[in-house]
């Protein structure tokens, strides 16, 4: 059987032109998925990822938004039971905490759960801020509050998924969205606060 060299050579190059074509097209649609409306020098109050941007860590290049509406109401739930790990105060350590909580604490009807399971915007990595993330959603409250279709934060106090775990009783961070008081309280099943979900990407 005789093989024409040319006709081969021909389809070799077709074959690799084609393969590169789809490689360059791969990666213009990875690149689509990936990128957002999202612009670092228009700051916070921006509309996207889910919800409303409340801060940007230019040295991270990480942008955090928030709901744009409460999750609802919730107890921290398991206030006799020590949740280790979920102790993070600063900003990015919200979703540390949220998922130790979650770990921990078996209770369904909480405030980190009700993050944990919040789906919004086909976004589902929603988390319950910490006591940082939650005072810089109060410190732009103002701007939050002016993005069409963020509904009005409570003058009222929001649960932070920052605990301590003291010997005699089990506190959790929150703060008063009246006037940005931040204190802890107990998680007794009694006490019912509001809760806003997070979420934060890298652009």
């Known amino acids: 059987m005789k093989i024409n ?16 074509f789809m490689m360059s097209c791969e990666d213009d649609i990875s690149s689509l998925q990936t990128s957002v409306s999202f612009d670092a020098k228009k700051g916070v109050g921006q509309e996207t990822e889910g919800g409303v941007v409340f801060h940007i860590d230019t040295l991270e290049r990480k942008a955090y938004v928030v709901s744009k509406q409460d999750v609802g109401t919730f107890t921290p739930g398991c206030w006799e039971v020590s949740i280790d790990g979920a102790e993070g105060i600063a900003t990015g350590t919200g979703k540390q905490n949220t998922l130790d909580i979650v770990s921990a604490c078996s209770e369904t009807n909480i405030a980190a759960k009700a993050c944990a399971d919040y789906d919004c915007g086909d976004y589902d990595d929603w988390f319950l801020p910490s006591k940082d993330e939650l005072n810089q959603i109060y ?13 009005a934060l409570a003058t009222t106090f929001y649960w932070s998924s920052t605990q301590i775990n003291s010997s005699n009783v089990k506190l959790s961070w929150l703060q008063n969205f009246d006037n940005g008081d931040q204190h802890t309280t107990s998680r007794f099943y009694y006490n019912i606060n509001h809760v806003r979900a997070v979420r934060v990407f890298d652009y």
């Open 139 to 151: 410190r732009n409250k103002s701007t939050l509050e002016h993005t069409k279709g963020f509904v």
């Open 5 to 20: 060299i040319n006709c081969l050579i021909k389809k070799m190059v077709i074959l690799s032109i084609s393969a590169l």
